[in-house]
């Protein structure tokens, strides 16, 4: 049974939930789940985990991602993004005075660490129920702002009445969000029309497999396309163990400092623990005394 991430490249008009259950029934596996969903008019990198690794997915929530995403000004939408119904169209005056300078300077202001609001229409939940649901039944909940960090947003086309950004930005952004926000900031309004997720911590979009391509594939080559668990933790510091080690691990006995001969961490930073062949037995963090160190998930079995 393998275990690891695949890469896939979902396409425009299925959930990331529809998206995963091809995934599981192209490899025949018996766990799958996803590390950060896109919504259904969404494209791009979406990270799908099989098997054991879908306990790794916890180690993904705080990674930096990247878009493409085209903001489409003048329209506001309850939703804030192309699927949602209209509240607010700007006048043609409006529009017809608004310039490309302006667009860069508004875009530009978002660069930096900021307090964002997440959209009534996410799956964010309260009192156990996604907005979305709640939003749907007309009861729109507004949730406190989160602080986020957009590292860089640049403009690769300007095209009236549609921008196109790329966005590089912390875990948690929600790039309707700061379509919606762009749109205010100019007093036009606008909506997200297009997204597509192009990195998510380090995987890349260039490196994914389309879904189709991955059903084509007959159940062992499909399977060639799983990256494993030690691989796609590699931003997380490796310490190799002995075999003496290894069957600690497995029995979940205490792991002392001074027999993983080891200072790669601070405490409360997740290490990766491997054994000779580099397969992953579990994920772990140093205590508060030193000592010794406190397991996070065990994979030996």
Same mark, same amino acid.
């Given at each position: 049974m393998k275990n690891g991430i695949i890469a896939i490249n979902k396409p425009e008009g299925i959930s990331s939930a529809r998206a995963v259950a091809r995934v599981k029934k192209a490899l025949?596996?018996?766990?799958? #789940?996803?590390? #950060?969903t896109?919504?259904?008019?969404?494209?791009?990198?979406?990270?799908?985990?099989?098997?054991?690794?879908?306990?790794?997915?916890?180690?993904?929530?705080?990674g930096h991602k990247r878009y493409l995403a085209r903001v489409?000004?003048?329209?506001?939408?309850?939703?804030?993004?192309?699927?949602?119904?209209?509240?607010?169209?700007?006048s043609d005056s409006v529009m017809?005075?608004?310039?490309k300078q302006d667009i860069e300077q508004v875009?530009?202001?978002f660069k930096g660490v900021q307090e964002q609001v997440p959209p009534m229409f996410s799956a964010l939940k309260h009192k156990g129920q996604p907005l979305y649901k709640l939003a749907r039944q007309g009861k729109k909940i507004t949730k406190p702002p989160r602080q986020i960090e957009i590292f860089s947003i640049k403009i690769r086309q300007v095209k009236p009445p549609c921008c196109d950004l790329e966005?590089?930005?912390?875990? #948690?952004?929600?790039?309707?969000?700061?379509?919606?926000?762009?749109g205010r900031e100019l007093g036009c309004g606008g909506h997200l029309s297009q997204l597509c997720r192009t990195q998510s911590s380090e995987f890349k979009l260039e490196n994914a497999i389309e879904l189709s391509e991955l059903e084509s594939l007959d159940k062992d080559a499909a399977m060639q396309k799983i990256i494993p668990m030690s691989d796609c933790l590699k931003f997380m510091?490796?310490?190799?163990?002995?075999?003496?080690?290894?069957?600690k691990v497995k029995f979940g006995q205490k792991l002392l400092v001074n027999e993983l001969k080891s200072s790669?961490?601070?405490p409360g930073q997740s290490v990766r623990l491997v054994d000779g062949n580099s397969e992953l037995l579990a994920i772990v963090q140093l205590n508060k005394n030193r000592q010794e160190y406190n397991y996070s998930c065990v994979f030996a079995v």
């Open positions: 025949g596996v018996k766990k799958t #789940g996803h590390t #950060g896109l919504d259904p008019f969404a494209t791009g990198l979406l990270l799908c985990t099989i098997n054991k690794a879908t306990r790794i997915s916890q180690f993904f929530l705080e489409c000004l003048g329209r506001e939408t309850d939703t804030y993004d192309l699927t949602g119904q209209t509240v607010f169209t700007a017809e005075a608004l310039t875009v530009q202001s966005v590089f930005c912390s875990s #948690g952004t929600y790039i309707r969000s700061i379509a919606f926000d762009i510091p490796k310490i190799a163990v002995n075999h003496s080690i290894t069957q790669l961490s601070e």
